[in-house]
Structures are given as C-alpha cells and as structure tokens.
C-alpha cells in the first residue's frame, strides 16, 4: 500500500466531509456499549471515559476495524476483489454480538448508498462485496476511491469513533459540551499513536481483547430503557 499520497485540497476535503458527524449513516444512534456501562456505573465521569476510549483504542475491536481499512485500501490499489471481499467476511464474524454486527452493517450500507449517489462510478467496487458490506470496509473503500493519504484516512475514523462516543457520553453521563470537547482533544496523541501501530500490523498480529466490550454489549439487549442501539 502506497502510505506517500499526497493529501490534496480536494480529498482533504472528500475526508472531512466522511468524518463529519452528519453523514447521514446513523452513527449517532449507536453507544457501543456505554449505555451499559453508564447505567450500571462503571462509567460515571470524563476521566472514566476517558480510561474507556484509550483502552479500547489500544487493546479493542477498533483496530481491527482500522487494520481492515488498510487492508481494504491496499487490496483496491492491487484490484484485488478478491482479497477486499474476504476482508469484508472476516470483519463480519469478528463481530461478537448481534447490536455491534448489526449497526457495522446498518452503517456500512448507509454510507455505501451515499457513495454511490456522490460517486457512481465507485459501484463498481461493492460489486464484488460478497453479502452485506461492514461500515469500516465502506469507508476503506472511500478512501481508496478518492486517493485520500491512508494515515490521514485512518486519523479521521478514529477521531470520528471517538467523537461519536464521546457525544453518547455527554447524553448519558451527563458531561457538558466543553468537557466533552476537551476530552476529544486529550486523546489526541493516542489516536496517532494508534495509527502508528495499526499501519504496521501483519496479518498474524491481528487481534484484540474486547470482552468488556462484548459483555456490555450483550447486556444492552435486554437494558429496560434505551435511548442508543447498541
């Protein structure tokens, strides 16, 4: 995968407006789990939050969906459907509960659809997806489309998960908006660090630990009163 691309005045705005947080594909709808947390009081602060979204960032699922990105954009540089499929299946079966499989593949259909009305000619990419298309090898696919830097690419997803989470946390905890803010900006270097590591990793390096992630999640089905999908 070419990591030198240079980021141009038109992808670096294609970017921002992937990561922005009214792309219609209904993130905002999803916590990933804190719901769980916040009811049950695991999380009950910004520094907690804080806590949550470093670990997941250095040890949980999100790398393997960033890992998938690169992974995405390199198999589209190579015009290697086949392997972009496969990517797409492994992604699905990591998924360890039905609310997290199901808002990847909501999300990823969402933002496939809108691809297709802004770019028609990206169609004939998820063509060659094999089932329903996850929200991580969606945006893959947008970067390598629009031949958006994948470091850049990868900055803003994460920065974009983070940010949606971190508005679950301002609703739920509550936290005020400046806080909320102030915590997006303290992890910062964590999202770079991450990127770092995850456009390294070899295949065999993929893995994560998630359960509190996964336990969470499972837990959410059968919360009494909801105001997130997942």
């Known amino acids: 995968m070419d990591t030198n691309i240079t980021l141009t005045n038109s992808n670096f705005l294609w970017l921002l407006q992937l990561v922005n947080s009214t792309l219609p594909v209904g993130a905002y709808s999803y916590s990933e789990g804190l719901e769980t947390l916040i009811d049950n009081g695991v999380i009950s602060s ?7 979204l470093v670990a997941e960032l250095r040890y949980g699922a999100i790398r393997l969906e960033a890992a998938v990105i690169v992974r995405v954009y390199a198999a589209i540089q190579n015009h290697d459907f086949a392997a972009l499929s496969d990517w797409n ?23 496939m659809q809108l691809l297709v009305k802004l770019q028609p000619d990206i169609q004939f990419i998820f063509n060659h997806i094999h089932g329903a298309c ?4 969606a945006f893959g696919i947008a ?18 998960w983070a940010s949606n989470l971190i508005i679950a946390g301002v609703k739920l905890i509550p936290l005020g908006q400046t806080a909320g803010q102030k915590l997006l900006f303290t992890l910062q270097p964590f999202f770079s660090r991450a990127v770092e590591e995850i456009i390294t990793l070899e295949d065999d390096d993929l893995s994560c630990c998630s359960w509190g992630l996964s336990l969470a999640s499972m837990q959410h089905e059968v919360l009494y009163t909801r105001l997130f999908r997942s």
């Not at 910004?46 to 949550?52: F, K, S």
């Not at 299946?89 to 039905?98: C, D, F, G, Y």
């Not at 996850?134 to 090898?137: D, G, I, L, S, T």
């Open 134 to 137: 996850n929200y991580a090898v």
């Open 89 to 111: 299946l492994w992604l699905s079966a990591l998924r360890e509960t039905e609310e997290l499989r199901s808002s990847s593949l909501q999300m990823g259909r969402s933002l």
């Open 143 to 160: 970067l390598a489309f629009a031949e958006i830097n994948p470091q850049a690419g990868l900055l803003g997803y994460l920065q974009s």
């Open 46 to 52: 910004d520094i907690q939050l804080q806590q949550w």
